[in-house]
Each structure stands twice: as structure tokens, then as C-alpha cells.
């Protein structure tokens, strides 16, 4: 068990950081190669590299909110970590489903909390037209969730089966 247990810790510090210097690099990346509000064309009308500066949350919304948007992704990241600390302190096995959605939230949140408190807002870029502008942080957070709902919509269709 304790094998397993430092395996999940290893692969979920693999995840977040890895998907962190991702977000990094790609946002760095588009900062450099367009200009505030510029937009560049993968399939016209349908996939842009735009550089957009989010003061929101995920997507663009609740703009301009200030330091809230600091405060709570301190207070999540935090939460994970003593979540995935508490499982792993307890013997419990926590499925590497949930260490992997944990992981990717927690690499998003750590994504877009880098941005906010050094520019004081977070740098997207991927736009799909439909949808607001968006960043590999804010992926790895909707990605993370969805993971972790779909096993939970699991577990509760099991216990009614």
C-alpha cells in the first residue's frame, strides 16, 4: 500500500507540474508572438490564437473581482493538497482517477494564480469563437472537474444499483 501511495504522489506532482510549465511556456509563448487584442487564424471562424488578459475567472467571467480571484485559488490549491495528503497519510486509497482530476485542478489553479499575482491578470489565448478566450490552466481545471463528476456520478449509480 505504501508503494502505491508514494506511485499516486509521484504522478500527481508529474501532472501538476508538468501541466504548470505547459501553461507557462504557452502563455509566454502567445504573449511574445501577438499583441493585446490581436488574433491569428488557425481555421478561420472557427479556431484563433487570440492574446486576451482575463481579470475573471475561468473563460472570462466575473471580471475585475481583484483580489478575490487571488484569495480563492490560494484557499483551493491548499484544499487539494491536504486532501490528497490526508488520503495518502490514512492508508486510504484514493483511485488514480480522482489523483489525476485532483492534479489537473490543482495545476490550473497554480496556472492562473502565477498570472493573477504577477500581472494581476491571467493570459488566454485559445479561442474557439464560440466560447470565451481560455488558457491550458483553465483546460486542466474543466478537464479536472469532469473527471472527478464523472466518477462521482459513478460511484452514486453504483451504491443505487
Known amino acids: 500500500m505504501r508503494g502505491r501511495s508514494q506511485f499516486d504522489i509521484v504522478v500527481s506532482l508529474l501532472v501538476t507540474f508538468g501541466l504548470v510549465a505547459i501553461d507557462r511556456i504557452t502563455k509566454i509563448f502567445f504573449s511574445d508572438l ?3 487584442g490581436e488574433s491569428i487564424p488557425v481555421i478561420r471562424g472557427v479556431f484563433h490564437w487570440s492574446l486576451v488578459h482575463n481579470t475573471g475567472i475561468a473563460f472570462g467571467f466575473f471580471k475585475d473581482q481583484g483580489i478575490v480571484f487571488i484569495v480563492i485559488p490560494i484557499i483551493a ?9 490526508y488520503y495518502r497519510q490514512n492508508d486510504e486509497a484514493l483511485n ?6 485532483f492534479s489537473l485542478i490543482l495545476a490550473g ?3 492562473n494564480l502565477v498570472d493573477r499575482i504577477v500581472y494581476g491578470y491571467v493570459i488566454d489565448f485559445i479561442d474557439l469563437r464560440i466560447w470565451p478566450v481560455f488558457n491550458v490552466a483553465d483546460m ?5 472537474a469532469a473527471i472527478i ?6 460511484l452514486s449509480s453504483e451504491k443505487d444499483a
Do not use: P
Open 34 to 36: 501577438l499583441d493585446l
Open 77 to 85: 490549491i491548499i484544499l487539494l493538497i491536504f486532501n490528497i495528503y
Open 96 to 101: 488514480r482517477t480522482y489523483i489525476i482530476g
Open 109 to 111: 489553479a497554480i496556472g
Open 140 to 144: 486542466a481545471i474543466t478537464i479536472g
Open 149 to 154: 463528476a464523472i466518477k462521482c456520478f459513478q
